[in-house]
T-cell receptor, first 113, second 116 residues
Framework: QKEVEQNSGPLSVPEGAIASLNCTYS??????FFWYRQYSGKSPELIMS????GDKEDGRFTAQLNKASQYVSLLIRDSQPSDSATYLC?????????????FGQGTTLQVKP | GAVVSQHPSRVICKSGTSVKIECRSL??????MFWYRQFPKQSLMLMATSNEGSKATYEQGVEKDKFLINHASLTLSTLTVTSAHPEDSSFYIC????????????FGSGTRLTVV
């Protein structure tokens, strides 16, 4: 079982719709979770971080965390063509925050005008 | 915000030569930096954790004699790909964090290595 799993997609949504990206992780001791966006040929950029169960909203983005189910998701409201990118879920693996950030394989999002 | 500078952004080298990639934290001190490798259409794979003043910790399957990591100061870590071969061609990315674990990790802009 991979430590961090995502559906590689592509996930295609029309402009203005809600895009829902999902991620599961294997280490129950993990305490911090991140969503990164990566455009082709570029390095990842941080979109959201979440540490507690529940929802965290920032503009059009909402991260959701459920530690019992070992599940973290990202919702993008009012999707724009500029949101088209690969979204990487990253988890700090291990208790006590060892600092190792492990990535899922990424979900490619396509927002069609 | 935290800025990580990485260079070169692109390098082409001949097979058998060595290439050094630098990663600098510009406005903060990073006791720990991380090196990732990303092949086309794949995710970031952690290669090693670089700790200032001590030996790097390599992930399973990563050859420490081939990928030399030096973290001599709190703002600079280097990755040297020794005796590079075409299969080492990849996108290498470093990252650093002000406080490991609870804060997002800032990434360098990446280095596209092509070995011919």
């Amino acid at each position: 079982q991979k430590e961090v799993e995502q559906n590689s997609g592509p996930l295609s949504v029309p402009e203005g719709a809600i895009a829902s990206l999902n991620c599961t992780y294997s280490d129950r001791g993990s305490q911090s979770f991140f969503w990164y966006r990566q455009y082709s040929g570029k390095s990842p950029e941080l979109i959201m971080s979440i540490y507690s169960n529940g929802d965290k909203e920032d503009g059009r983005f909402t991260a959701q965390l459920n530690k019992a189910s070992q599940y973290v998701s990202l919702l993008i409201r009012d999707s724009q063509p500029s949101d088209s990118a690969t979204y990487l879920c990253a988890v700090n693996i291990g208790s006590g925050n060892t600092g190792k950030l492990i990535f899922g394989q990424g979900t490619t999002l396509q927002v069609k005008p | 915000g935290a800025v990580v500078s990485q260079h070169p952004s692109r390098v082409i080298c001949k097979s058998g030569t060595s290439v050094k990639i630098e990663c600098r934290s510009l406005d903060f001190q990073a006791t720990t930096m991380f090196w990732y490798r990303q092949f086309p259409k794949q995710s970031l794979m952690l290669m090693a954790t670089s700790n200032e003043g001590s030996k790097a910790t390599y992930e399973q399957g990563v050859e420490k004699d081939k990928f030399l990591i030096n973290h001599a100061s709190l703002t600079l870590s280097t990755l040297t790909v020794t005796s590079a071969h075409p299969e080492d061609s990849s996108f290498y990315i470093c990252s650093a964090s002000l406080f490991t674990g609870f804060y997002g990790y800032t990434f360098g802009s990446g280095t596209r290595l092509t070995v011919v």
